[in-house]
């Protein structure tokens, strides 16, 4: 840890001082910014790249920059203003060129050229698709969740709002490998990353697994996402001004990451105001926002509400999802170059299964959530030949969670052991017939500060943009944690475990940090411009260091083509609920002499307890190397990029086995009294087995994708958009499988009890396309989109484990190797299994599904909008005659409306 801390200390005090003092010719510019009507624009955001330049318009619309004669004969400049058309350019410099105006025309369907589709931009990463605001507002979105399903080999489809909803990027593996994938995406709200590593919504681990710990609902599934990523259902889409995803290598000032990241804006500054109305099935969507400008240097401030209200069958309205967002942001420009934004959220939640009076079985569920957060990002530009700026965000956020499930049960009456202690008790017998409550209730508590020092330093011919920083991640949660009542089990005795009560206000919280550095350069070869951004991150979680190296380079081989490559590593922290499980406790019912009446029963039970420490857990990580070629013209935009990733030790489950001998019990019945119980002699052998979270996941995955776009064709105003991607994972479990023998190789004393066999294998692979025209006329504010989803292939294997034992353990839990497995060897013959096949399914034909978006502009103040998913009702359905079933493909049309309104 002294290294890293004594590398950035070096930068930051010894820069300077190796830096060669140097003539300057200077030259200030001054720029003015100004709207349709040539008023200036105020607040508007002006940067440089090849400048190390952040700047904003002040209350006149001017900014100024200095620029160093000797180094630059031009620079790039963009332009933006929320509400506006940015400006992207290059200032050619020339003498007696003081004054720059620009001009930002309103940003709306009656421009010459609009952008509603998904781009690939090589800006954060060589690789990143951006959505702009009129691509997500042609979406209809009413979250976040739709707009990625424009991402390439996803899958667009009507909104899904009654089921939590995760993005993955570049893998198609499943199940707890999806969950990884999920969780080590991370999401950036206005330079804040949102963290999951909070929610403990789930049952015991040791019970139930990972996925299997989550609470369910009868029919519906489950409304958490504890294990995975940010449910996206709770991040609205009206008031984002830019996303940008990065699945290829991120820059290293982004941590606590395995599989990318998705960069959100918001919108800040002046704007109308701006009503939405949405509608799709069961769905409705209503929001409303405005910017205000206080004044100089007061600023702006943005105010957004949000509500969302969806039933599964609004004919049965059984299921409903609900869902309140609010916002407020004040950025203010307290002095010249200083940028301050502060923002204030509340959001709430409930995923609601109302009694079925259908049913008869008080079958119930529901799961809500409040969230309040704050944060605070600034920025302060410096006047200086080394140091350019420093940037800071502060975010923290405090939320409520409670998950909740009943069901009436209807059995006999069942002996309970509730005890937190270890040793020989006598239980007691519950009524078979009760309300059975699970009931979960968190109180997580995120917090993300990140320090970033931007400088510039010159060694020979080569100009480094250099940025050293720093960045902290918290974790906690104060809630009350697993509630039990002990008469009113749902789950009693299985595999003979019972819950306890489990407090989550006494477990420790997670803190973790980075450290990085990264420089932005370009040299020349051959001729060629190399660009460079390569940095080196070093992360401390769960008490464990590693370093990550980051490089993304392009190489222009003409002023069209661009050859790109980049290559990384990353790690993503545990998770509150994979470091601290709750307790296990084993109830083995040594005695249960039960006659009907409880006065003249008894239950002695033996419990155990076990208290997991998963201390050792280790940071999930994943490696990539990423190659891409790109052409772009006056007409046509393509690009190719092809990917290995490879995820290790990522967050899977172990089966660990106990073995125990208890007495037997003899019982003297007494008519009216409890019965007198002794030990006869005799012993008895008891298995029990349970779950601890481990590094156990792994996956390789390939993947290329072929994106190509056209400008519009002015003889019929449209453009066209094609996307192709190959994506190939192979997954497994590097734990090794554990089975029982039989009952009566255990009873008989035989010397193998468990089996150890080598795990499967799976391996999945897909290819999509997603073919899309816009036809834009902007005469008449109107634009048409035809998108086509067409599913070439798609196909899963899974490797079965090898049916011979590779190794058994005995009576005692040692653990004994098998070279080579010989049949006549009594000491574990038995364990051989059945040999089973590979099996194997596969998408049986190619099918499309063509889905349209028709968005109307009047006088430039209302918006209609209208979408249809599957809009010729094309059923895509595959009857299996092996498993007599039918499989849908594709959805039934979807039909939506949206409304807005600017005032």
């Given at each position: ?414 002996p309970i052991a509730d005890k937190d202690t270890i040793g020989l008790y006598e239980g007691y017998y519950i009524p078979g017939s009760y309300t059975a409550v699970e009931h979960l209730l968190g109180k997580p508590s995120n917090l993300n500060s990140n320090l970033s020092l931007n400088t510039e330093l010159r060694t020979g011919k080569l100009i480094h943009q250099l940025s050293v920083g720093s960045n902290i991640y918290y974790a906690g949660n104060n809630g009350q944690g697993v509630i039990v009542d002990p008469e009113k089990p749902r789950w009693a005795n299985q595999g003979y475990q019972n819950e306890r009560p ?44 590693d370093f990550q190296p980051r490089v993304n380079l392009k190489y222009g081989i003409s002023s069209r083509i661009n050859i790109n490559a980049a290559f990384g590593t990353s790690t993503k922290a545990p998770a509150l609920a994979h470091r601290y499980p709750a307790p296990v406790y084993f109830d083995l019912p040594v005695l249960n002499a039960y006659n009907g009446y409880t006065i003249e029963s008894v239950y002695l039970v033996y419990t155990d307890k076990i208290v997991p420490d998963n201390s050792h857990l280790k940071p999930s990580k994943s490696s990539q190397v990423e190659v891409g070629l790109s052409y772009k ?82 003889t019929i105003e449209t453009s066209f958009n094609l996307t192709t991607t190959f994506s190939y994972s192979s997954s497994k479990n590097a734990s090794e499988t554990i089975q029982q023998a039989a009952a009566n190789y255990i009873s008989n004393s035989y010397k193998a009890w468990f089996g150890v066999y080598p795990s499967a294998r799976t391996e999945d692979y897909s290819i999509s396309s997603k073919l899309t025209t816009t036809t834009h006329i902007p005469k008449l504010g109107f634009v048409v989109n035809f998108l086509a989803d067409i599913f070439w292939v798609k196909q899963q294997r899974v490797l079965k484990m ?102």
């Open positions: 840890m002294k290294k890293p801390l004594l590398l950035l200390l070096f930068l930051f005090v010894s820069a300077p001082l190796i830096l060669k003092s140097q003539s300057r010719t200077g030259l200030k510019i001054r720029g003015l910014v100004v709207d349709k009507k040539n008023q200036p624009i105020e607040f508007a955001t002006v940067l440089s790249e090849e400048l190390s330049f952040t700047g904003y318009t002040n209350d006149h619309g001017i900014f100024e920059l200095n620029i160093d004669l000797t180094r630059f004969k031009s620079f790039d400049l963009s332009v933006k203003m929320i509400g506006k058309k940015g400006l992207d350019t290059v200032i050619i410099l020339k003498p007696g060129l003081q004054e720059l105006t620009f001009s930002l025309p309103d940003l709306n369907f009656s421009l010459k050229e609009v952008q509603v589709n998904e781009v690939r931009k090589a800006k954060s990463s060589n690789s990143s698709i951006v959505f702009d605001r009129q691509a997500i507002e042609q979406v209809q979105a009413f979250s976040l969740g739709d707009i990625l399903n424009n991402l390439p080999g996803k899958k667009i489809a009507p909104p899904n709002l009654q089921n939590p909803g995760n993005i993955t990027l570049r893998s198609e593996a499943s199940g707890a490998h999806a969950l990884n994938n999920a969780l080590g995406t991370a999401i950036i709200l206005d330079e804040i990353q949102l963290s999951n590593n909070a929610n403990m919504q789930n049952r015991n681990v040791g019970k139930f697994g990972l996925a299997g710990s989550l609470l369910d609902s009868r029919s519906y599934g489950g409304f958490d996402v504890t294990f995975g990523g940010i449910d996206l259902r709770e991040i609205p889409a009206d008031n984002i001004e830019s996303i940008e995803v990065i699945s290829g290598i991120a820059p290293a000032k982004y941590g606590d990451l395995t599989d990318g990241a998705i960069i959100i804006n918001r919108q800040a500054g002046k704007t109308a105001y701006q009503f939405s109305s949405r509608i799709n099935a069961g769905s409705s969507n209503f929001s409303l926002s405005k910017g205000y400008i206080l004044g100089k240097k007061s600023g702006a401030v943005n105010v957004s509400l949000n509500y969302l209200f969806s039933e599964q069958d609004p004919s049965d309205p059984i299921k409903s999802y609900k869902r309140i967002s609010t916002g407020l942001m004040w950025s203010s420009y307290l002095f010249k170059n200083f940028k301050n934004t502060v923002s204030l959220d509340y959001n709430t939640r409930l995923d609601d299964v109302k009694l079925d009076p259908d049913v008869g079985r008080e079958y119930m569920t529901y799961a809500k959530s409040r969230n309040f957060s704050v944060s605070n990002r600034a920025s302060l530009s410096f006047e200086n030949e080394f140091f350019k700026s420093l940037s800071f965000s502060f975010g923290y956020s405090k939320g409520y969670q409670e998950t909740y499930n009943q069901s009436y049960i209807n059995n006999a009456p069942k489990y407090d989550y206000e006494s477990l420790p919280s997670i803190f973790n940090y980075g450290l990085y550095v990264e420089d932005h350069f370009k040299l020349n070869v051959l001729n060629k411009e190399l660009q460079v951004n390569a940095g080196l991150r070093y992360d401390v979680q769960n008490n464990r260091g013209d006056d007409f046509i935009s393509s690009s190719f990029f092809a990917y290995f990733k490879k995820n290790s030790d990522g967050f899977g489950t172990l089966t660990n086995f106990r073995t125990y001998i208890t007495p037997v019990f003899n019982y003297v019945y007494h008519k009216g009294q409890r019965p007198e119980y002794y030990p006869n002699g005799e012993y008895k052998d008891w298995i029990a087995s349970y779950y601890t979270p481990n590094n156990s996941l792994s996956s390789n995955n390939y993947g290329a994708e072929w994106f190509i776009s056209t400008k519009k064709i002015k090898g049916y011979l034992p590779i190794a058994y353990l005995d009576r005692q839990l040692k653990r004994y190797e098998i070279s080579e497995f010989n049949p006549d060897n009594t000491d574990y013959n038995y364990l051989a299994l059945s040999s089973s096949a590979n099996s194997k399914t596969t998408q049986p034909f190619v099918y499309a599904n063509l889905s349209i978006r028709v968005a109307k502009e009047i006088s430039k103040f209302i918006r209609m909008s209208v979408n249809a998913y599957n809009v010729f009702n094309i059923r895509n359905r595959y009857y299996n005659p092996n498993s007599n079933s039918v499989i849908n493909y594709t959805y039934p049309v979807s039909v939506g409306a949206e409304l807005s309104i600017k005032f």
